[in-house]
């Protein structure tokens, strides 16, 4: 059981450190079970997984309450701009609901420490990040159809190790959308859907025997709080990194992590 609390201190940690950044913690998440030696089962890491990304959302919710207090008056009563970004959170939400209320077994199975495919889609988000670096500046606003788009860049970023942030972001500037518009939409899109994810595993952690819930409830509580504190102070200070920094960087981290996860894979 100590075992299990530092690991899942350890991996809260690193959720709040990477999810701010386009380097795909969920990535980061498997690759550490991997070398932590997690013996949890797929859907008991897939558990953990949208707990610790539950804290970070909450995370998010405390740095952006303004923000989000702005979206809910503007569903009902706010100006037209107001409105329109609501309804662009509320669209970008439909793909990734569609592929987690269909797809969540096969979802599952992907948590199961394949460091293969981590590294693949490390790569493939380091290539998306060179793209978006090269795309021009401009001063455009989310659409309707733009808010479609970066929804099913998130349902695609489901698969550990291409970055949620680094494909919405990426997608967001390749459109066209300002750099900083993209991140303050990216970071905010997802909490929606977390908030309901963490809702239904909630369902299922009570479910679980007694004996089931001894041995995962305090770890999930762990990572938990150790997530949401690394995660509020690193929303805030790194939030102005990603939209200052060149992704070139990020790209190159995401390049090299997937290189060697691949051939740490191959060499095994």
Same mark, same amino acid.
């Given at each position: 059981?100590?075992?299990?609390?530092?690991?899942?201190?350890?991996?809260?940690?690193?959720?709040?450190? *990477?999810?701010?950044?386009?380097?795909?913690?969920?990535?980061?998440?498997?690759? /550490?079970?991997?070398?932590?030696?997690?013996?949890?089962?797929?859907?008991?890491?897939?558990?953990?997984?949208?707990?610790?990304?539950?804290?970070?959302?909450?995370?998010?919710?405390?740095?952006?309450?303004?923000?989000?207090?702005?979206?809910?008056?503007?569903?009902?009563?706010?100006?037209?701009?107001?409105?329109?970004?609501?309804?662009?959170?509320?669209?970008?939400?439909?793909?990734?609901?569609? +592929?987690?209320?269909?797809?969540?077994?096969?979802?599952?199975?992907?948590?199961?420490?394949?460091?293969?495919?981590?590294?693949?889609?490390?790569?493939?988000?380091?290539?998306?990040?060179?793209?978006?670096?090269?795309?021009?500046?401009?001063?455009?606003? $989310?659409?309707?159809?733009? /808010?479609?788009?970066?929804?099913?860049?998130?349902?695609?970023?489901?698969?550990?190790?291409?970055?949620?942030?680094?494909?919405?972001? #990426?997608?967001? +500037?390749?459109?066209?959308?300002?750099?900083?518009?993209?991140?303050?939409?990216?970071?905010?899109? $997802?909490?929606?859907?977390?908030?309901?994810?963490? /809702?239904?595993?909630?369902?299922?952690?009570?479910?679980?025997?007694? +004996?089931?819930?001894?041995?995962?409830?305090?770890?999930?509580?762990?990572?938990?709080?150790?997530?949401?504190?690394?995660?509020?102070?690193?929303?805030?200070?790194?939030?102005?990194?990603?939209?200052?920094?060149?992704? #070139?960087?990020?790209?190159?981290?995401?390049?090299?992590?997937? *290189?060697?996860?691949? /051939?740490? *894979?191959?060499?095994?």
């Amino acid at each position: 059981m100590n075992g299990e609390i530092w690991n899942a201190l350890i991996l809260g940690i690193i959720q709040g450190l *990477t999810e701010f950044l386009p380097v795909s913690s969920s990535g980061h998440l498997e690759l /550490a079970r991997n070398i932590l030696g997690s013996t949890w089962s797929p859907g008991s890491n897939m558990m953990f997984t949208v707990t610790v990304h539950g804290a970070t959302a909450l995370a998010t919710v405390v740095t952006f309450q303004k923000d989000i207090r702005q979206i809910l008056i503007g569903l009902f009563r706010g100006e037209t701009e107001d409105r329109r970004f609501a309804m662009s959170i509320l669209l970008s939400m439909i793909p990734a609901a569609i +592929v987690g209320l269909y797809f969540e077994d096969v979802i599952e199975m992907l948590f199961d420490g394949n460091v293969l495919l981590v590294g693949v889609m490390l790569i493939i988000t380091g290539l998306l990040l060179f793209l978006a670096d090269r795309a021009k500046k401009t001063h455009k606003k $989310v659409s309707k159809m733009d /808010a479609l788009v970066i929804g099913i860049a998130q349902a695609i970023a489901i698969l550990p190790g291409i970055s949620r942030s680094g494909a919405t972001i #990426s997608t967001s +500037v390749l459109l066209g959308i300002d750099r900083e518009r993209a991140a303050r939409f990216s970071f905010l899109m $997802v909490v929606p859907l977390i908030m309901g994810k963490m /809702a239904m595993d909630s369902m299922d952690l009570f479910s679980m025997s007694e +004996v089931d819930q001894s041995q995962h409830l305090i770890p999930l509580l762990v990572g938990f709080i150790a997530a949401f504190i690394t995660g509020l102070w690193a929303c805030k200070i790194m939030l102005n990194l990603v939209k200052r920094a060149k992704l #070139s960087g990020f790209a190159i981290y995401c390049l090299a992590m997937g *290189t060697l996860a691949a /051939a740490w *894979t191959v060499m095994a």
